[in-house]
């Protein structure tokens, strides 16, 4: 009985399966015993998988769509030159489809006692903490025949933030509140506003700007400018029950949500107003509050990082007193939620009366670009009824917005790429007409 490949190695180094014992076997024996040697030597060569010391350094956060990168450096205390193969695992939305096994895999070689840094790139497809899993290291001899394998715990977190994709909208925003603020020759006036300097009157100006005591101390008639009041409180609120886990195109509503909410923060704080936020179903999910202009922003987006949608019905009358518990003077809330019929008319629109009495109130709402698109299909009996279907969809959500604008609630209703810059000139339409 003749063996060959990896049978006859086994049967070299003694591991022969019992039950298959044959004296000519012996001969076998012989003829590989310098190969079982160099297998023992080579193995006894491999360094120490156990004693190895791994730490961590590199990136601790990154936006949705950005890469981070993670350094791990190996340190060999033994006596033997490590020659191994690297596997950083980290969990499978840390990278994006078809990149995991080309960054997470090394070829590594350290001399004894010297270390070396190896780099994985994460693609993170998620927001949220991503935290590293476990470092597989195999250890090869000399001659590659045998191997030592071993899991080290060498931790962690790095977080993924809100991409923010709505920022490219701030300066065009930021231009018009230049205007409103008066750092333009544009008067602005409504009721509310905040007088801002004198200037010499020029026809055209309206006459009840007139400011007659001043004009009788100088020969000159002299007239008020305004700006828009500063100092406002603004409560953004976001509804992170089972509706805000819808998805519009690639993303939960939350997602646009948070988007918005960051772009008005943003523009909110440069108009020197104080921004909050609460995120809310039937329990507090988080609260930012307190913050200064320059912190409020970077504050929000590491909160909205680990923040997810719940599958259960929001509380509306536990939101309205969080809501009025954290903005206990006259202030804007933003509510962005949805414009369902159910959950707005069993569950916000009886409460309502309790914010607009005190507040204004302005809801913004993700709409789905696929009902525009169903309510335009024509050609065949499918695309009629999906048509009507749409057609149907959209009136009831008209009805709802409707209802919520007789109680005096500005609507904000947009598909997730136009709800950002939509929320925020709606922000500014009240700034300027002194309505904050």
């Given at each position: 009985m003749a063996l060959t490949g990896r049978t006859a190695l086994l049967a070299a180094l003694g591991a022969v399966p019992i039950g298959i014992w044959d004296p000519s076997w012996t001969g076998i024996l012989a003829v590989?015993?310098?190969?079982?040697?160099?297998?023992?030597?080579?193995f006894a060569l491999a360094a120490p998988v156990r004693r190895l010391r791994l730490t961590r350094s590199g990136d601790t956060s990154t936006r949705l769509g950005d890469t981070a990168d993670v350094t791990l450096t190996v340190t060999n205390p033994s006596?033997?030159?490590?020659?191994?193969?690297?596997?950083?695992?980290?969990?499978?939305?840390?990278?994006?489809?078809?990149?995991?096994?080309?960054?997470?895999r090394h070829r590594v070689t350290v001399p004894a006692g010297e270390r070396r840094r190896v780099t994985t790139r994460l693609r993170p497809t998620r927001r949220g903490d991503r935290q590293s899993d476990r470092v597989t290291i195999r250890s090869y001899g000399p001659m590659g025949l045998f191997t030592r394998q071993g899991t080290h715990r060498a931790p962690w977190t790095v977080r993924v933030l809100p991409p923010f994709t709505s920022r490219k909208h701030l300066?065009?925003?930021?231009?018009?509140?230049?205007?409103?603020?008066?750092?333009?020759?544009?008067?602005?006036?409504?009721?509310?506003?905040e007088?801002?300097?004198?200037?010499?009157?020029?026809p055209g100006d309206d006459t009840?700007?007139?400011?007659?005591?001043?004009?009788?101390?100088?020969?000159?008639?002299?007239?008020?400018?305004w700006r828009p009041e500063r100092d406002r409180h603004i409560l953004l609120v976001l509804d992170t029950g089972r509706t805000s886990a819808g998805r519009v195109g690639d993303a939960p509503r939350l997602d646009a949500s948070m988007d918005a909410a960051l772009l008005l923060a943003a523009l909110a704080s440069r108009a020197g107003d104080r921004v909050d936020l609460l995120a809310y179903d039937r329990r507090v999910r988080a609260l930012v509050q307190g913050r200064t202009a320059g912190d409020v922003l970077p504050s929000l987006v590491n909160t909205m990082a680990t923040l997810e949608p719940e599958l259960v019905e929001t509380d509306a009358r536990g939101l309205?007193?969080?809501?009025?518990?954290?903005?206990?003077?006259?202030?804007?809330?933003?509510?962005?939620?949805?414009l369902d019929s159910a959950p707005i008319e069993e569950g916000l629109l009886p409460v309502l009366p309790r914010l607009t009495q005190r507040h204004t109130v302005v809801l913004a709402s993700v709409a789905d670009p696929h009902i525009?698109?169903?309510?335009?299909?024509?050609g065949n009996t499918d695309a009629v009824y999906e048509a009507a279907a749409a057609a149907q969809a959209q009136a009831e959500r008209d009805r709802i917005a409707d209802q919520l604008r007789r109680h005096g609630v500005t609507i904000v209703d947009a598909i997730p790429?136009?709800?950002a810059p939509a929320l925020a000139d709606a922000y500014l339409e009240l700034k300027s007409a002194g309505r904050l």
């Open positions: 590989n015993a310098p190969l079982a040697v160099a297998c023992a030597c080579d006596k033997r030159p490590l020659r191994a193969h690297v596997r950083d695992a980290w969990p499978p939305s840390g990278w994006q489809p078809g990149t995991e096994t080309t960054d997470s300066p065009s925003k930021l231009s018009r509140l230049r205007e409103l603020d008066g750092r333009t020759s544009v008067l602005t006036r409504g009721e509310g506003t007088f801002d300097s004198l200037r010499e009157y020029v009840r700007s007139i400011d007659w005591r001043a004009t009788a101390r100088q020969s000159a008639v002299a007239v008020r400018t309205t007193a969080t809501a009025l518990r954290s903005a206990p003077r006259r202030s804007l809330i933003v509510l962005l939620t949805t525009s698109r169903m309510a335009k299909a024509r790429d136009e709800l």
